[in-house]
């Protein structure tokens, strides 16, 4: 039922989808929807929780790390959501829409969001602050305005291969993203930092039902 809910969110958007567009889905009936859920936004809610959980804890411990340097824990960030949008492609791409749909309503949707996007930005900060102690980063702007950046190139990254998927190649956009984000914060450009890890060799599509069909080459 989760899994049907959160396609049908991504591709028709929360207002866009009715419940029994869910149970239709999932092979349900409407009432088995409503035993499990009281209405449609505690299915979303639960749907956010389950992305905070696959998506954000995984990412966050991994930069919090006392064996990366600030800059590796930036490359670590960027390549950690490229994993995610290649395997787990809706649940990545759940939050950052709905954000847009819950803006300025402050509902309890819009704070779970504000919540998890406030966890990033605890983290980078963290991050950056290291990354200024070490010498590694610039200091010509506050840690708060470099975040920012970083979380807004980031989602408009990953929003535009949402658009165009047919068009781009996620590992070369994701060495584009490195690259950018990397010459604005470091005071030097380490070079063996500019060269991406392989990715796994498969894109996302736009389009719940399709499939990826187009190889992703990441060196």
Do not use: C
């Amino acid at each position: 039922m989760l899994s049907s809910a959160e396609r049908l969110f991504v591709r028709n958007g929360f207002h866009g989808t009715k419940v029994d567009d869910i149970a239709k889905d999932a092979g349900l009936t409407k009432g088995a929807v409503y035993f499990h859920f009281k209405d449609k936004s505690n299915v979303l809610l639960a749907l956010l929780r389950r992305a905070e959980d696959r998506v954000l804890v995984p990412i966050l411990s991994r930069m919090r790390s006392a064996d990366l340097s600030a800059t590796e824990k930036i490359v670590e960030y960027l390549h950690g959501w490229a994993r995610i949008a290649l395997e787990q492609r809706d649940t990545l791409f759940l939050p950052i829409l709905m954000s847009f749909e819950f803006l300025g309503t402050g509902d309890p949707i819009e704070r779970q969001i504000k919540g998890m996007y406030d966890r990033i930005y605890d983290s980078l900060t963290a991050v950056v602050e290291q990354g200024r102690a070490d010498g590694e980063f610039h200091d010509n702007v506050s840690a708060g305005a470099h975040v920012a950046v970083l979380v807004a190139i980031s989602d408009g990254m990953l929003l535009e291969w949402l658009r165009r998927s047919d068009r781009f190649d996620g590992g070369e956009v994701t060495r584009a993203l490195r690259q950018v984000m990397l010459s604005g914060l470091l005071r030097r450009e380490p070079k063996e930092l500019l060269a991406a890890p392989h990715l796994p060799e498969r894109a996302p599509v736009a389009g719940p039902a399709k499939r990826a069909t187009r190889k992703v080459s990441a060196a």
